[in-house]
T-cell receptor, first 112, second 115 residues
Framework: EDKVVQSPLSLVVHEGDTVTLNCSYE??????LLWYKQEKKAPTFLFML????IEKKSGRLSSILDKKELSSILNITATQTGDSAIYLC????????????FGQGTRLTINP | DTEVTQTPKHLVMGMTNKKSLKCEQH?????MYWYKQKAKKPPELMFV???????INESVPSRFSPECPNSSLLNLHLHALQPEDSALYLC??????????????FGEGSRLTVL
């Protein structure tokens, strides 16, 4: 059965710290891995990764995929209180690639 | 327009009621989705429509009935629900895999409470 596991499940840091969130997967017919941020309601898209070793960056956030290790990390530098959210990792499949399956998420809290 | 709009935002219904959740997008996406999210859990896929046809049903009970009347609209008809069906129902849309990245755009959700 395809699955994705995120760690840690919960993380509390101080503003200005750097955090690394992990996502590992066991998926046959892997197509892509996506990161989403969910605050109060709808998840918002952060990154999509399909190629191993290529870093995607957006401001203070960056992410990279390691297909050999079947994992991905999401880095946030110089964290701000507005980064407090649940960060969700998800994968899509080559077959039935419309099916986005989420991990359980990492709840990140940034304290001032 | 990069929005997925869901109505109503909140819905309270009894177990004998019939109600509907609605979702609309005007991004030209031909794939639309219903997800269910319980508190402190990730979204769980319920249904996928592509080209207005149901392509994935994740063994959802028949008391949930999806409908895609056209390429911009997606409905979820609710009948004889149970209290454990109370959750946030998220609609999403995307380009189809052959057309784009597969990124899903989510609506704000409809928070359903079944009494």
């Amino acid at each position: 059965e395809d699955k994705v596991v995120q760690s840690p499940l919960s993380l509390v840091v101080h503003e200005g710290d750097t955090v690394t969130l992990n996502c590992s997967y066991e998926v046959t017919n892997f197509r892509s891995l996506l990161w989403y941020k969910q605050e109060k309601k709808a998840p918002t898209f952060l990154f999509m990764l399909t190629s191993s070793g290529i870093e995607k960056k957006s401001g203070r956030l960056s992410s990279i995929l390691d297909k050999k290790e079947l994992s991905s990390i999401l880095n946030i530098t110089a964290t701000q209180t507005g980064d407090s959210a649940i960060y969700l990792c998800a994968f899509t499949l080559i077959q039935g690639a419309q099916k986005l399956v989420f991990g359980q998420g990492t709840r990140l809290t940034i304290n001032p | 327009d990069t929005e997925v709009t869901q109505t109503p935002k909140h819905l309270v219904m009894g177990m004998t009621n019939k109600k509907s959740l609605k979702c609309e997008q005007h991004m030209g996406h031909r794939a639309m989705y219903w997800y269910k999210q319980k508190a402190k859990k990730p979204p769980e896929l319920m249904f996928v429509y592509s080209y207005e046809k149901l392509s994935i049903n994740e063994s959802v009970p028949s008391r949930f009935s999806p409908e895609c009347p056209n390429s911009s609209l997606l409905n979820l008809h609710l009948h004889a629900l149970q209290p454990e069906d109370s959750a946030l129902y998220l609609c999403a849309s995307s380009l189809l895999p052959a057309e784009g990245t597969g990124e899903l755009f989510f609506g704000e959700g409809s928070r359903l409470t079944v009494l």
